[in-house]
T-cell receptor, first 111, second 115 residues
């Protein structure tokens, strides 16, 4: 089993739609969780950290379920500019710096 | 402020040649990371440094790969000899750990093609 797994996608949604991505991880000792965004042929960039209580940043909401080892990202009112690959990230070492990236889920928001 | 700087941006080389990738982290950051991204394997951590000291190199694929960080503002990833399966995008990233929350900032990457 891979350490971090994500919905394979791609997700093709119309502008204004709500879309949800799921991510599961295998290491129960993982401490920190993130969602990164990667545009085509660009570097990954942090979208948001994921906190135990769940957190929201504008149209984006992240949830963590430690018991099920499950992370989610919800995007409301999708924009064309949201089209990208979304990478789930889990840390797996005591230093909290060994990032394990999921394979990513590609999102295309259509006009 | 300048972000993470990588050079070259593109490298095409022949099998068996030595390849050196370079990275300048964000000033003041104390962690530096080297990643490799391919379609088949996704984004993989190769090695990371803290205060110029290698902490975890378990992701380095084999002895042909080596990384150094001689000072806080420069790191290299060397492949010798290179093979076609080394073709990938290599990213360098840096971070500054503050409390339990931090962000890794990625450079634009070096696209390596080995023929």
């Amino acid at each position: 089993r891979k350490e971090v797994e994500q919905d394979p996608g791609p997700f093709n949604v119309p502008e204004g739609a709500t879309v949800a991505f799921n991510c599961t991880y295998s290491n129960s000792a993982s401490q920190s969780f993130f969602w990164y965004r990667q545009d085509c042929r660009k570097e990954p960039k942090l979208l948001m950290s994921v906190y135990s209580s769940g957190n929201e940043d504008g149209r984006f909401t992240a949830q963590l379920n430690r018991a099920s080892q499950y992370i989610s990202l919800l995007i409301r009112d999708s924009k064309l500019s949201d089209s990208a690959t979304y990478l789930c990230v889990v840390t797996v070492d005591n230093y909290g710096q060994n990032f394990v990236f999921g394979p990513g889920t590609r999102l295309s928001v259509l006009p | 402020d300048a972000g993470v700087i990588q050079s070259p941006r593109h490298e095409v080389t022949e099998m068996g040649q030595e390849v050196t990738l370079r990275c300048k982290p964000i000033s003041g950051h104390d962690y530096l990371f080297w990643y490799r991204q391919t379609m088949m394997r996704g984004l993989e951590l190769l090695i990371y440094f803290n205060n110029n000291v290698p902490i975890d190199d378990s992701g380095m694929p084999e002895d042909r790969f080596s990384a150094k960080m001689p000072n806080a503002s420069f790191s290299t990833l060397k492949i010798q000899p290179s093979e076609p399966r080394d073709s990938a995008v290599y990213f360098c990233a840096s971070s500054l750990r503050q409390g339990v929350s931090y962000e890794q900032y990625f450079g634009p990457g070096t696209r390596l093609t080995v023929t």
